[in-house]
């Protein structure tokens, strides 16, 4: 027998580091781009969205859902400071890819960064 579960768990995801940047990785499969949220506060990258449930017909009932709806939100830890005026994201084929150049250490400021 399935279970019904609700809600979201932990997102899936990589971060990656070379000299000059760190890249994460978040499989957020079935999103639009508009629904997905990222933010960098001081030395965290937050990814938030919300999920959408598509009804398939007015008449019948869901016998299996196992696929996860409504809100999320990820907080990743960054290692190091980066240049959040130079951060850049894409999504492709369920996977939303964060480029966050690296900075001198210093204060970060907060900001939004566009998913394209």
């Known amino acids: 027998l399935y279970q019904t579960s609700r809600g979201w768990a932990m997102l899936g995801g990589n ?10 990785r978040l499989e957020v499969p079935g999103m639009s781009k508009e629904d997905i949220d990222i933010e960098v506060r001081e030395d965290a990258l937050v990814v938030s ?10 008449q019948g009932r869901w016998r299996v859902v196992q696929c996860a709806y409504g809100s999320f939100r990820r907080v990743v830890p960054l290692p190091v400071p980066v240049k959040v005026d130079e951060a ?6 369920g996977v939303l890819r964060i480029e966050l150049p690296k900075a001198k250490p210093g204060k970060v ?7 394209e």
Do not use: M, P
């Open 15 to 24: 971060l990656f580091e070379d000299e000059d940047r760190l890249v994460a």
């Open 88 to 93: 850049r994201a894409s999504y492709a084929n």
């Open 109 to 115: 400021k907060g900001v939004t960064i566009k998913v």
């Open 49 to 58: 969205g919300d999920k959408h449930f598509e009804q398939e017909s007015t």
